[in-house]
């Protein structure tokens, strides 16, 4: 629902330069809080090998969270 306006930039990176498929994506997820200032975030569904997560963009990169940790619900509240 709420896109980061880089994730275009970060699916493009992902993408090998003949267009294939998205190679990369969260195959772990953490439960562990991030407390660095969010720039964005996004909802990834299950795909195996890619898990169901929340991934959160900071300026220190991106990071694969599990969506059900009550934190998690707070931070995508703060978008809305």
């Known amino acids: 629902k709420v896109f980061s306006r880089n994730l275009y930039l970060f ?3 992902f993408l090998c ?3 294939e498929k998205l190679v990369s994506c969260c195959k772990t997820v ?3 809080e991030v ?3 969010i720039t964005g975030y996004w909802i990834q569904n299950y795909n195996a090998p890619c898990v169901r997560a929340v991934i ?3 300026e220190k990169g991106l990071f694969c969270s599990y969506h059900k940790q009550p934190w998690v619900r ?3 509240q703060q978008f809305e």
């Open 11 to 13: 699916i493009s990176y």
């Open 17 to 19: 330069l003949d267009g």
């Open 30 to 32: 953490s439960r562990t």
């Open 56 to 58: 959160f963009e900071t």
């Open 35 to 37: 407390n660095d200032p």
């Open 74 to 76: 707070r931070k995508i």
